[in-house]
């Protein structure tokens, strides 16, 4: 099968709502980014998913985007909330233009009887590895059984599939291996994440499972190839960006939400754990927070491309021997596509 590679742009007119409703979760993965003291300890109830939905789908008074938001349902495991399934079919009678829940495989509360693939687009699952040595050592005993287990039972019953992995020291090895692990699951789309140094990674300093450019230009650009060569579309953030390429920070050009239960929404993944967020929720209004914020710092214009990262990360960035970086980083929001073509 034929392939073809492209970046995506960011999409003016395209919002992506990405819904925290809860932070706890079953599992203890070993780069879990979730950081409860930040993003609050709240399970939000039904009232509280309706109301913030309607906030994003609607022309509020911060953002002018027409109505064609994307919403993605995460925690903590979304699933454990009773309050889901709720959430999942007033996202879709609000008319949002697409809803993915990302779930470890646990798929709580019997989601899979209380929703219809009518209600939304795609079930998101984490797996970290071909077979449970990888995976397991990473998410936990017995979560690669237990989380295929689910994948199988969600396209038994019709719903949309989707794959992430995460990749970083400790699996980028195997992603070699998940072509085939996808081809016999029956999952068509899959997204290759890198490992963020967030949440418990930098609690325990785990800096140094981050992959540098040579690991991840090395394996994923030729992985994700093989994957689309059999029929899978697959995404992947770009990293690092090439002389010719512009830079862009989406916080600046696109319209992304990341929205916790505490209320605090940010725009930058990146400073999630650190109270710079640019707007809150009070009271069920948006609300936007005075300076200094996150978005503060977005038009900040450095040889090094984005700010944040050479602010929270500056380990990741090579300097040639006139002190000028090798290479850019591009916004952690900007993605590589690599698709089959008939
Ligand atoms: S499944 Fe997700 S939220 Fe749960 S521990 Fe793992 S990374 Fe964290
Ligand atoms: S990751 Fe960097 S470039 Fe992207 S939104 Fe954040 S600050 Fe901007």
Redesign the pocket.
Known sequence: MKIKRRTVQFQPNTRNFFFHIL?Q?????R????NPEQHGRQILDERTLAKWLAIFADNHQITKSPNNTNVIF????PTLSPALPHGIKEARRLGYASITV???GYLFNDILDRVSPEDLDYFSF?LDGSHPEVNDFI??EGVFDICTSGIRRALDKGFGVSLIF?ASRMNINDLVNMPPLLTDLGVNRFFIQVIGIR??SVRKGETSLQLNREEWEAVVPDVAGKAAEKGVHVTYPKVFLKPDETFACAGLVADNYFVFPNGRVYTCPLCEDYPIHSMEIVDGVLKERPPIRECDLFSLQIPEGCVLNKILHPGNISYDSDNRPVSRIACCMLKEEVLPVN
Do not use: P, Q, V
């Open positions: 932070t979760c079953n599992l203890h993965c780069h879990c980014y979730i995460l925690g903590g495991e990302d779930t470890n984490s998410r936990g995460t949440g418990k």
